[in-house]
């Protein structure tokens, strides 16, 4: 048996955002709590849903503090500003960060005790309060997903949850608020939303339908991210990344992750560093390592996006083929650097390592690396 897990509401293309305030009104809610980063407060992003809110007389209380990495710290103060402010339901406006935050926080208003009390999948006994999701990147797909991370950051982890009650009762895809985008997020989000793809694709959680899922997603992807990134304010190339991301995050909400993920959620944990750019450094990496079992899948992307280049070329050729244009995607767009030059200790690789076998998305990869495999190629990305 297979199944289909996504909200039950999504709504897409300009000006979507302005229904925010009438869907709320449609179902009783009366106050949101707003979380978001301080950013996109002051680039007036959230501006428009705030605007939908005032227009249906729905008040709220905007909670803009959340990191790059939302903490548990972040989820804690939430928590208390959606008490006290007697907050009815939540709107997460962002990318993936405050998207997470968001779920964490109806999570524990309606559940109660410590965060770590609902690591892991469906640990959690009460329905969160409404959770309206607005993307602000497109890649991460949180705004359609029951998984949410939270960073430890005393322990320098991430803490891992999947979760039905978290998952949103609707998200919204508004190009107009992706813009503005800056080039180097545009960048970074588009090669996470082609890490969920490529890795999905091959996932051992895998079924037809999500490789259909997958497979054009990736289509997306090589035809527009380098395109938007040039002409970041064209709305159709936008629209086109928000269909990227939705098909990725689709899959991968209901095929599995793999092991550039696990790698990059110990960066993400240790270092603090972007969720997207670290699977952009690690992609090919682990592909290579991948290809021992995944170049049949790797192939038929392959002769799918490239059917006249690849027409001649073997399964090995075709698989190194998508290899080859995954690296010359991220060198074009900025995303190709190295570890070291982001920070990262060499000396802290085997813990690195160690940390990524105990991530939760490694059972999906096509092969189970050892630490010494893992830790090799934690050193090519280096």
């Known amino acids: 048996m297979y199944e289909l897990i996504m909200p039950p509401i999504n709504r897409f293309g300009e000006n979507c955002v302005s229904t925010i305030g009438l869907l709320a009104a449609e179902i009783k809610l009366k106050k949101a709590l707003v979380v978001t980063d301080h950013n996109l407060v002051k680039l007036g992003i959230i ?67 410590i965060l770590e009390d609902y690591i892991g999948f469906n640990k959690s006994k009460n329905e969160s309060p409404k959770l309206f999701m607005v993307n602000t990147t497109a890649g991460t797909a949180s705004e359609i997903s029951r998984s949410f991370l939270i960073s430890d950051e005393a322990k320098q982890e991430k803490l891992i949850f999947k979760d039905i009650h978290t998952l949103p009762y609707a998200s919204f895809n508004d190009p107009n608020l992706m813009v503005n985008l800056p080039q180097a997020i545009t960048a970074s989000t588009g090669m996470d939303a082609l890490t969920h793809a490529i890795e999905s694709y091959i996932s051992t959680g895998k079924y037809p339908l999500t490789q259909k899922m997958s497979l054009a997603s990736t289509e997306f992807i090589f035809t527009s991210l380098e395109e938007v990134i040039k002409d970041p304010q064209n709305i159709m190339l936008r629209e086109q990344m928000i269909y990227a991301q939705t098909l990725a995050g689709m899959s991968f909400c209901n095929s599995g992750l793999g092991l550039v993920h696990c790698m990059a959620h110990q960066l993400g944990g240790v270092y603090n560093l972007p969720h997207g750019l670290c699977n952009a450094i690690l992609l090919p990496f682990v592909m290579e390592f991948n290809q021992q079992v995944a170049k049949s899948g790797f192939s038929e992307i392959a002769h799918k996006l490239w059917p006249f280049e690849t027409e001649e070329m073997s399964i090995d050729e075709a698989s190194s083929y998508l290899i080859q244009k995954v690296n010359e995607l991220s060198e074009k767009i900025g995303t190709k650097v190295s570890l070291k030059g982001l920070g990262v200790k060499e000396e802290d690789i085997p813990l690195l390592a160690d940390k990524t076998l105990l991530d939760g998305n490694l059972p999906r990869n096509p092969i189970q690396p050892t630490k010494q495999e893992v830790e090799e190629l934690f050193r090519e990305a280096y």
Request: glycine share 12%; aromatic share 6%; with cysteine.
């Open 47 to 113: 501006n428009s849903v705030l605007k939908s809110l005032e227009t249906e007389s729905i008040t709220y209380s905007i909670f803009d503090e959340v990191k790059p990495n939302p903490t548990k710290e972040n989820v804690l103060k939430g928590i208390e500003v959606y008490q006290n402010d007697k907050c009815d339901f939540i709107i997460g406006i962002g990318g993936g960060s405050s998207n997470d935050c968001a779920k964490a926080i109806g999570m524990m208003v309606s559940n109660g005790g």
